[in-house]
C-alpha cells in the first residue's frame, strides 16, 4: 500500500511563511514527478508547483518568486517553502506523486489527504 502524508499546513499571516512537506510511503521503486495542487473554496483545484525526478521545476505564475518546490529522493519526500504568502494563497494544498510500486509495471499518480493553509491578519 502506498500513501502520501502531508504535514506543515496552519494559520499565518500575510507576508508569512510556510513549509509543506509530504512523504510518500509504503511498497515503492520509484518516483517520477511530484507535484502540489491547492484547491480554494468555490473553485477548482490548480496546479501550484511540480518537480521532476531530475529536479526540473515549474509553476504556476501566481506563485513564482514566492514559493519553491524541492524533493528528497532518498526519503522520497517533495516539500513546498512558501514565503510572502497573501490572502489568495489561502486553500487545501494536495501533494501528488507519479508512482511506481514494487513488484508493478503501472505506474498511478497518487495523492496526498490534503491540508488547510489558511492566510489571514
Known amino acids: 500500500q502506498v500513501q502520501l502524508v502531508e504535514s506543515g499546513g496552519g494559520l499565518v499571516q500575510p507576508g508569512g511563511s510556510l513549509r509543506l512537506s509530504c512523504a510518500a510511503t509504503g511498497s515503492i521503486r520509484s518516483i517520477n514527478d511530484m507535484g502540489w495542487y491547492r484547491q480554494a473554496p468555490g473553485k477548482q483545484r490548480e496546479l501550484v508547483a511540480v518537480i521532476t525526478s531530475g529536479r526540473s521545476t515549474n509553476y504556476a505564475d501566481s506563485v513564482k518568486g514566492r514559493f519553491t518546490i524541492s524533493r528528497d529522493n532518498a526519503k522520497n519526500t517533495v516539500y513546498l517553502q512558501m514565503n510572502s504568502l497573501k490572502p489568495e494563497d489561502t486553500a487545501v494544498y494536495y501533494c501528488?506523486?507519479?508512482?511506481?510500486?514494487?513488484?508493478?509495471?503501472?505506474?498511478?499518480?497518487?495523492w496526498g489527504q490534503g491540508t488547510q493553509v489558511t492566510v489571514s491578519s
Open positions: 501528488t506523486a507519479d508512482i511506481l510500486r514494487t513488484y508493478s509495471v503501472i505506474r498511478v499518480d497518487y
